[in-house]
Antibody, heavy 122, light 114 residues
């Protein structure tokens, strides 16, 4: 059974830093690109970042580019999101998500974690 | 402002048919990128409902169907049930050179079963 379990969400002050983790199981992790998607309270879904299966390619939404860094450790079946220079508008539930297929870029997400809440507030 | 435009809300009585539209542009849906749909029940993670414009994952009832034409897509739900009350999101990819490039979602549509 595929499982994605996020952790690391806390309350942090504006300008602060945070590292989110996502532990994956139930599938061959290093076959798949992986994504982070966020959802602000009461709002819609926003794609945040993608990392290729080997970590060699990364992409970011403009809203987080230059502040967030996605990474992965295939030996630990884990995905990470380093978040720096946090802003109040980064407050959201952060999900890691697995694409439906292991090859190609534009696939939907067939598995999501339960999310971890990041609150940026003074 | 979402790159993909959905109506904020739709409603229908049990047993009825409702549709949810998703309007994009020439840099996303109109460029040939597939549209996918998600259902999000209150307090839960999104669930893939339709992928590749019109395909249903295993376990999704055939009451749910999707279509795509030009720069738009639609999700249709027939035989509405109380358990269908949820938020629905469309998703695609945007190839614009502007800030919207990447995996994009609609703003979401809240379905109310009357």
């Amino acid at each position: 059974e595929v499982q994605l379990v996020e952790s690391g969400g806390v309350v942090v002050q504006p300008g602060g830093s945070l590292r989110l983790s996502c532990a994956a199981s139930g599938f061959t992790f290093d076959d798949y690109t992986m994504h982070w998607v966020r959802q602000a309270p009461g709002k819609g879904l926003e794609w945040v970042s993608l990392i290729s299966w080997d970590g060699g390619s990364t992409y970011y939404a403009d809203s987080v580019k230059g502040r967030f860094t996605i990474s992965r450790d295939n030996s630990k079946n884990s995905l990470y999101l380093q978040m720096n220079s946090l802003r109040t508008e980064d407050t959201a539930l952060y999900y890691c998500a697995k694409p439906l297929y292991s090859s190609g870029w534009y696939h939907p997400f067939d598995y999501w974690g339960q999310g971890t809440l990041v609150t940026v507030s003074s | 402002q979402s790159v993909l435009t959905q109506p904020p809300s739709v409603s229908g009585a049990p047993g009825q048919r409702v549709t949810i539209s998703c309007t994009g542009s020439s840099s996303n849906i109109g460029a040939g990128y597939d549209v996918h749909w998600y259902q999000q029940l209150p307090g839960t993670a999104p669930k893939l409902l339709i992928y590749g414009n019109s395909n249903r994952p295993s376990g999704v009832p055939d009451r749910f169907s999707g279509s795509k034409s030009g720069t738009s897509a639609s999700l249709a739900i027939t035989g509405l049930q109380a358990e269908d009350e949820a938020d629905y999101y469309c998703q695609s990819y945007d190839s614009s050179l502007s800030g919207s490039r990447g995996w994009v979602f609609g703003g979401g549509t809240k379905l109310t079963v009357l």
